[in-house]
């Protein structure tokens, strides 16, 4: 039976159930052992349900099916509703964190302020000791000053005493003598007036003096009060000078702080541009690294491009002897184009290969023609694009002297050409004479020319290559590179006799062909 067809069973049961019940209640005794029999029987065999009942079970299965997802939804929900409770309690206790910080600075900038006006205080209680010490000072030289005053007092006293017993005296001696007395009395008296007279002026310049002394007493006590205000002045205003001091102190470390991360993140920004500048791998270093038309070369790699003349031996053989000096990991020379070139740079690179530790392999992804040609097909192992080409012909040379001259210039071209294509044809499985005549099979100019696809038929290559991965470029080939020339500066558009525009294609490298849509000669 169907899981879906008892699952139905079941749940028909279950709605049945109570009825069952309900009818043994109702009915007698013995007729609920006939029902239950009954029952038992019709359990022994699967219900026949009605359509209703399967539709009845169908939805019930439905709506628990819906309970039980709407269950899971709720779960979720609450399973997020207790993630967005975490994390607002996270956020929440940072802020009570960085709350009390600022009141723990709050604190200590308030139990500084408390200090400074401590000792504010201290001050002020020291300059008003001073300045009751001054008042004292005063108060003593006031009362020496008195003292004087009274002393000269008390003598000019004594002098009127002792002037009146002289009068007394000069009256008694001269009493006798009427005239003289007279005279002399008179002049006493003048005498006498002149002396009041000087003692008076005496008196009023002791009081201008006293005066003066308790004048120049209050400038001095209110010079001392100016002074002792203003050092009180100035000593707040230091106190305020001190806290904006510190202040700014703070807002300098503050100020530092942000410019320490601004430099922070410039350099961090600055290693990120770095960083962007190298693709940050390895190169991969693989002793087979060719495998189901996939060739994986490393940084271990000589460019060939371009034709081959004095010190291009020089700059391949020296790189080869490099990377030998290093390890023993294959070596390639990436030929992009190269029409061929001096035989004699050509087969000391040749020998450079023959002689390295490390295998040497070829490739060509454009073509290789004459000297590279022959390069790639004495390679150990070459590796061609489909649709790149090869190219072998004859050498060819120019020639000048008398006959004799020619006859040995011939003899040595001859020779090259045996040191070159003896080997190029024992690896095709040919002679020198058959591999001649099959060049001009191919071609009237004898110019053979071939398909990566193709070469590899004739051993000019060992395998055809349909992916090439470059490991080795690892830094931004943009970077550290003169300007380089756009469309525009190399295509300059003109205009012809007859008014129509028009620009000028540069020269193709060998093998290529322009396939462009042109309809309007616009490309010339």
């Known amino acids: 039976m169907p899981a879906s067809r008892i699952l139905l069973t079941c749940l028909l049961s279950l709605a049945f159930y109570p009825l ?16 239950a029999i009954a029952g038992q029987e019709r359990g022994a065999q699967a219900p026949q349900l009605s359509p209703e009942q399967t539709e009845l079970a169908k939805l019930t299965t ?78 003593l030289a006031d009362e ?6 009274s002393q000269l007092d008390n003598e000019y006293q004594k002098l009127t005493e002792q002037n009146k017993l002289a009068q007394e005296q000069t009256a008694a001696q001269l009493f006798k003598q009427n005239k003289e ?30 005066l ?4 120049i007493a209050e400038q001095q006590r209110k010079q001392l009060t100016s002074d002792a205000t203003e050092k ?12 904006k001091e510190r202040k700014l102190n703070f807002e300098r470390l503050t100020f530092d702080s942000r410019m320490d991360k601004l430099k922070s993140d410039l350099e961090l920004r600055g290693k990120k541009e770095e960083w962007k500048k190298q693709a940050n791998t390895e190169p991969v270093y693989l002793d087979n690294p060719f495998r189901d038309g996939r060739l994986v070369v490393s940084d271990r790699r000589i460019s060939l491009n371009g034709p081959i003349f004095t010190g291009a031996a020089d700059y391949i053989t020296e790189r080869i002897s490099y990377y030998n000096n290093i390890s023993t990991s294959p070596i390639f020379i ?98 020198l004479d058959e591999f001649r005549k099959m060049m001009y099979e191919k071609n009237s100019n004898g110019d053979w020319e071939e398909f990566g696809d193709k070469a590899v038929n004739y051993h000019w290559a060992t395998s055809v290559v ?31 006799e007859k008014g129509q525009r028009y620009v000028s294609l540069p020269r193709l490298e060998p093998f290529d062909f322009y396939f462009i849509y042109n309809p309007d000669r616009y490309f010339r």
């Open 212 to 215: 003066g002394n308790d004048l």
């Open 334 to 431: 990436v030929i992009d184009r190269s029409p061929g070139g001096s035989v004699m740079e050509g087969y000391r690179i040749i020998k450079a290969m023959q002689a390295s530790r490390a295998p040497v392999s070829v490739v060509v992804k454009s073509f290789a023609a004459s000297m590279a040609a022959v390069i790639a097909t004495l390679a150990e192992k070459s590796y061609v694009y489909p649709n790149a080409i090869l190219l072998h012909h004859q050498m060819s040379t120019v020639n000048w002297g008398n006959m004799t001259q020619l006859k040995e210039q011939l003899e040595l071209a001859r020779e090259w050409e045996r040191r070159l294509h003896v080997p190029v044809a024992k690896k095709m499985g040919v002679s």
């Open 144 to 149: 020496k000053h008195k003292a004087e005053i």
């Open 62 to 139: 439905e709506n628990l099916l819906s309970d039980q997802k709407l269950k899971k939804k709720l779960q979720q929900l609450n399973d997020e509703k207790e993630e967005l409770r975490a994390k607002y309690e996270l956020s929440l206790q940072k802020e009570k964190t960085k709350i009390a910080e600022m009141d723990a600075e709050l604190d200590r900038l308030s139990t500084e302020n408390k200090l400074s006006a401590e000792q504010y205080q201290s001050q002020i209680k020291i300059l008003k000791a001073d300045l009751e010490k001054a008042e004292t000072e005063n108060k």
């Open 466 to 496: 349909n992916e090439i991965d470059e490991t080795g470029f690892v830094k931004n080939p943009d970077e550290n590179t003169g300007p380089s020339k756009t469309q525009e500066d190399i295509l300059n558009e003109k205009t012809d």
């Open 181 to 210: 007395l007279d005279t002399l009395t008179l002049e006493n008296k003048i005498y006498s007036e002149n002396n009041k007279k000087a003692l008076q002026a005496l008196s009023g310049q002791l009081d201008q003096l006293r």
């Open 232 to 243: 009180s002045s100035l000593e707040l205003e230091l106190k305020r000078l001190e806290v």
């Open 20 to 35: 069952s019940l309900r009818a043994q209640a109702a009915a007698p005794q013995g007729q609920v052992t006939d029902v």
